[in-house]
């Protein structure tokens, strides 16, 4: 997959077409006029994050299974790049939010989901930084990531559904409507390749994550 | 024989306790300056969201403190002679417990001083009462797992206080929303879905400590 690279060219196309098309297409005129725009790129971070995180979360069970380093490399690069999109994904929440709601930060379920996600990644790259022996380190912060996945994904996905209405789209019973299904059609057009795009811009960032670590790596063991 | 065990290990955690008495007292101590502190802070009478909140905040900063030894208290030698006996999965959920059972008596302590000094606003009792108790054993599992992870990394305090605080923020919330909701009305209804939720926190830590802990005692 390293060597292949129509896909990040297709990543890149889809971006460039997301940004492009997404200011010109039609939108369907609601009360939050043409910041509903901004639902190419939010909700495509959001995506961006929570499948990086998978990712990361993953690895971390495959290292617990076989101990081999490269997979911890892996969702650690993984957990990084998740933390961009996620401060990513608050920034252009917070822009979107003053328009809307008056205000950058609002206290509603889904928000503070997204704090609570930040907040645990940060700990782990704490945690990661505060273990000097490597096996050690990969396998403890290999436990905290599974816990604290997990943790974070009762808060995330099932606590907005059970508190009910609250203002962010996606919480209560207004789960439906922020989903592609209802969008215009006109919108539906940049919005499925802008998601892609946002997740191959998430994995192209991540491979060349790994792929600079790698490098790193070889050169430690080279020089020493 | 795994229940066996975990019975003589949470024996040997509460007899430690009370020959040494050194968690105990600390804990105690703070529980009350804390609660007095707040008293001495507030003149008038005090909302139901205040109550509420202040409350939680003590009580888990409480938990923070009374669990965040459990692993680093005994020596690592002694450690190890726990591990060639015990199996490690019997070894954590002793914990656990014993956890469960001091953090349900400090909760109960604290709520009564609580009640004492700041003034009853609790409308439905046995609600709250049973959020103590949810509450109790969430704190107690949740911390338990990050004290052991803590613990294999550093003798460090403060990271048992960086680690803990955004994994307990998700359960924190639901307790106090189910808290609050207890101290407003004496009804039942609405709550369901909060009360399953940390039931499946609670479960879900604690397989997941279960699960992962072996991985943690290897040393």
Not at chain 2, 135 to 148: D, H, I, N, R, Y
Request: hydrophobic share 55%.
């Amino acid at each position: 997959m390293i060597k292949n690279y129509w896909w990040k060219i297709l990543g890149g196309v889809f971006l460039l077409y997301a940004i492009i098309f997404g200011f010109i297409v039609d939108v369907p005129v609601t009360w939050i006029e043409q910041t509903i725009r901004n639902l190419f790129y939010h909700v495509g971070m959001w995506f961006g994050m929570f499948i990086m995180l998978f990712v990361g979360f993953i690895y971390s069970l495959r290292f617990l299974r076989k101990f081999d380093e490269k997979e911890d490399l892996i969702a650690l690069e993984a957990v990084k790049v998740g933390i961009l999109f996620g401060f990513l994904g608050v920034f252009t929440g917070m822009i979107w939010a003053s328009f809307t709601w008056g205000a950058p930060w609002v206290k509603d379920p889904k928000l503070n989901g997204a704090a609570v996600g930040l907040f645990i990644y940060i700990a782990y790259l704490v945690l990661r930084g505060s273990i000097e022996d490597t096996q050690k380190r990969a396998r403890i912060s290999a436990v905290y990531n599974i816990f604290a996945f997990i943790i974070w994904i009762v808060f995330v996905l099932i606590l907005p559904r059970v508190s009910g209405p609250g203002l962010h789209p996606a919480t209560g019973n207004d789960i439906i409507p922020s989903l592609p299904m209802h969008m215009g059609p006109s919108m539906r057009t940049v919005f499925f390749p802008a998601m892609i795009g946002w997740i191959l811009l998430g994995v192209w960032l991540l491979q060349l994550r790994i792929r600079i670590r790698r490098i790193e790596a070889q050169l430690n063991d080279l020089m020493s | 024989m795994l229940g066996k065990e975990i019975k003589y290990l949470v024996g040997k955690e509460i007899r430690l306790e009370l020959k040494q008495k050194y968690v105990i007292n600390g804990i105690l101590l703070y529980l009350v300056s804390t609660i007095f502190v707040t008293y001495l802070a507030f003149e008038d009478v005090i909302s139901v969201e205040i109550w509420n909140s202040l409350f939680w905040i003590i009580l888990l900063f409480i938990a923070v403190n009374g669990i965040s030894k459990s692993f680093s208290q005994e020596s690592p030698s002694r450690q190890l002679y726990y591990y060639t006996l015990a199996s490690s999965q019997s070894i954590v959920l002793s914990k656990i417990i014993y956890n469960f059972l001091l953090m349900v008596i400090l909760s109960a302590l604290a709520a009564c001083f609580f009640i004492l000094l700041m003034g009853n606003k609790v409308l439905n009792m046995s609600l709250f009462i049973l959020t103590l108790l949810l509450g109790s054993l969430g704190l107690s599992s949740v911390l338990t797992m990050v004290s052991a992870i803590a613990s294999r990394a550093s003798r460090n305090f403060s990271l048992m206080a960086i680690l803990s605080f955004p994994i307990v923020l998700p359960l924190l919330a639901t307790l106090m929303k189910v808290s609050s909701s207890a101290l407003r009305s004496p009804e039942w209804a609405g709550n369901t879905g909060f009360i399953v939720i940390l039931l499946t926190i609670n479960g879900g830590v604690i397989i997941l400590a279960f699960l992962l802990f072996p991985y943690l005692w290897r040393d």
